[in-house]
């Protein structure tokens, strides 16, 4: 019988799941995995990141445009710990990566060495499934329950755990093999009830102003095309979350854009107030999007529609809840509804968003010295492809281009890290996305304390020749802390402030092409001249500071 290593079994299980890529950093526990991935011919490509946390990002941002398993992979003790961030954040936003971290040998624990912890302890509260895989025969059954554990359901992380003399053990190479839908999300769907799809039939069908909530769930779906026709049939508003953007395209005529404290607006607020059924799809109805559970208002009626059962009535009375995926339920719903009198949506929207972007588009044309953030995100806006991919940090890139940037094509085009909104998240998860869907342009917009964060994933943008178009947007502080501090606690400023750098001259130093912005005028020639450059790129904005700007975070506002 034919035998193979344990290191060899992890390459062809990530092989017969269709992985491509691999983004991480080698240690000493990884030698005999690293070995392995040298000699086999497996066809994915290994992406050497400058720190664990950015490989975990890549995977992240990778998974979310490719629709496929993210992976990312470092070694025991500090790599394990650094994985974590991206891992958590994944999971939390129903993204399948799989981490795999290597360990110590299994017959050195206990005896103080190098790099031990209990990586499963560590792993068990931040992922759907974690395993320390303590027998080589048992490493093919192992992977095939990650990677079903990431993608049937609701989607989520997995880790791996990996011990040195795991990977050097032996199993039979028959044991190898792999279900390859499950490399691909969602991958088990589950359909709704018919009886409870008929009274959800009839309560839209019999409301005044039903109203959409769209989460993240719709685009993970790839729901994006029942959602237009039966918001079309009904005559009814559409609005997002930030991680449901693309649900539908931002210029159709039904769609109101995001509401919720982070990219939400007073217009948007007051339309889906107007609602009197509230239809959350893949949307948890957490704090941020509801703006602490005061919009929608307790007791509008809601129909709640997720592929997590424990998701719909957390938050809200619920009177219909569909436990489906959003695309089976939408599909559903759509055939189940006759021809009914259209709402009156399209005319909410209309007026919901020339009165939103009445105010945006007066503070976009302001020659303001430092630039305005709504300058930046205009001048981005008129040059980019429709089809472009931005990925933004948290801090002022998150609230404006969610509230302002209006995505024209449907599906996954706008990336933040909503879950947990680390700060180092945009760079990274930007080459992902590029190597995700390397055919679109990919620009990441971060601030300067994010950039921070990151800065030494600059080597590996110009060793890989990733032509990421990147924005700094520079005013020297931790401005989303900082503005809290203005309109929470009196203007006490405490040590948030920190120097300014010259992000150009850094990334000049790396080996990208940059260039500094200070003058409004010069902000759309350096925006171009960035995004027609072959390259990476990089413009350093030197911008309004956060706390004295207008951003649509609705407890700064009022």
């Known amino acids: 019988m034919s035998q193979i290593t344990g290191a060899e079994a992890m390459v062809r299980m990530l092989q017969l799941h269709g992985v491509k890529h691999i983004f991480g950093l080698c240690g000493d526990t990884s030698l005999p995995f690293y070995d392995a991935l040298y000699r086999l011919e497996h066809g994915m490509r290994h992406i050497l990141t400058r720190d664990e946390r950015s490989a975990a990002y890549m995977a992240d941002g990778y998974a979310r445009v490719s629709g496929r398993v993210g992976v990312c992979e470092g070694p025991s003790g500090g790599g394990a710990t650094y994985l974590l961030p991206g891992i958590v954040e994944a999971n939390e936003s129903s993204i399948p990566v799989l981490g795999i971290t290597t360990d110590i040998a299994t017959t050195s624990r206990g005896r103080y060495a190098l790099t031990e912890l209990d990586q499963e302890a560590l792993y068990r509260p931040l992922t759907r499934r974690t395993e320390v895989i303590d027998r080589a025969d048992r490493l093919p059954e192992a992977v095939r329950r990650a990677f079903r554990a990431m993608t049937a359901g609701r ?50 069908a019999g409301a005044r102003m039903p109203m959409f909530v769209c989460g993240g769930g719709v685009v993970i779906a790839g729901a994006e095309k029942e959602l237009a ?37 007073l217009p948007t607020r007051e339309a889906l107030a107007q609602a009197d059924l509230v239809v959350f799809v893949g949307c948890r109805a957490g704090s941020v999007t509801t703006e602490r559970w005061r919009t929608p208002a307790q007791g ?45 949506g399209a005319q909410l929207v209309k007026a919901a968003k020339e009165k939103k972007f009445s105010a945006f588009n007066e503070l976009a ?76 342009k990919t620009v990441s917009v971060m601030g300067d304390g994010s ?77 171009v001249a960035a995004a027609e450059h072959g390259g990476p790129a990089l413009v350093d904005v030197i911008a309004q500071p956060l706390q004295d700007a207008r951003a649509p975070v609705s407890e700064w506002i009022a």
């Open 155 to 204: 989607p989520g992380a997995a880790h791996l755990g990996l011990p040195f003399d795991v990977q050097n053990g032996q199993l039979p190479e028959k044991d190898v093999w792999a279900d390859a839908e499950l490399g691909r999300y969602p991958s088990y769907r589950t359909s709704p009830e018919k009886n409870i799809i008929k009274r959800a039939a009839a309560a839209l």
């Open 229 to 265: 026709a039966l918001a079309e049939l009904l005559g009814a508003p559409v609005a997002t979350t930030v991680s449901g953007q693309g649900s539908l395209a931002e210029d159709h005529p039904l769609c109101l854009g995001v509401v919720g404290s982070n990219g939400g607006t």
């Open 300 to 344: 509008t009626p809601v129909i709640h529609i997720d592929a997590d059962p424990m998701v719909p009535g957390a938050n809200y009375k619920t009177e219909i809840v569909l436990v489906a995926d959003a695309k089976l339920a939408l599909a559903e719903l759509l055939s189940e509804i006759k021809l009914v009198e259209k709402k009156g």
């Open 365 to 440: 044309a302001k020659n303001d010295v430092p630039i305005l953030p709504e300058r930046i995100v205009a001048a981005l806006h008129e040059i980019l492809p429709r089809d472009a991919t931005v990925v933004c940090d948290p801090g002022t890139p998150c609230p404006y281009f969610s509230a302002y940037y209006e995505f024209l094509e449907a599906g996954r085009h706008f990336i933040s890290n909503r879950a947990h909104g680390a700060l180092g998240y945009s760079m990274a998860a930007g080459v992902g996305a590029h190597f995700g869907r390397p055919g679109t």
């Open 451 to 527: 950039f921070g964060f990151t800065a030494g994933e600059l080597e590996t943008i110009v060793r890989l020749k990733v032509p990421l178009m990147m924005v700094v947007i520079s005013n020297s502080s931790y401005g989303w802390i900082k503005a809290g501090q203005k309109t929470g606690f009196g203007e006490r400023y405490y040590s948030v402030d920190f120097t300014r750098t010259d992000h150009a001259r850094v990334a000049e130093a790396f080996g990208v092409k940059a260039f500094r912005v200070e003058k409004p005028e010069d902000l759309k020639p350096a925006l």
